[in-house]
């Protein structure tokens, strides 16, 4: 429940930060921010709920890569 949680409040801060990019260095700030925790909580889901593949996209993320999405 706590990682849903988690999901949906990161999920809806990127939607808000999206929604109020006007090229102001805040939003663009916001923005990055957001989708850092976006990141990081769709990393700790993969790792929970798929420990192999966890840690395979974190690796990836850490050499700047995304992983390639199912």
Same mark, same amino acid.
């Given at each position: 429940?706590? !990682?849903? $949680?988690?999901? =949906?409040a990161v999920e809806r801060e990127l939607q808000?930060?999206?929604?109020? +990019?006007?090229?102001? *260095?805040?939003? +663009?700030?916001?923005?990055? +921010?957001?989708?850092? =925790? ?7 889901? !993969?790792?929970? !709920?798929? *420990?192999? $593949? ?10 700047? !890569?995304? *992983?390639?999405?199912?």
């Open positions: 429940m706590a !990682l849903a $949680q988690g999901l =949906a808000q930060a999206v929604a109020g +990019r006007d090229g102001s *260095p805040e939003a +663009r700030t916001r923005y990055m +921010r957001a989708r850092v =925790a976006y990141v990081q909580m769709e990393t700790i889901a !993969l790792r929970m !709920l798929c *420990p192999a $593949q966890g840690r395979r996209d974190a690796s990836m993320q850490a050499d700047g !890569l995304r *992983p390639r999405r199912r």
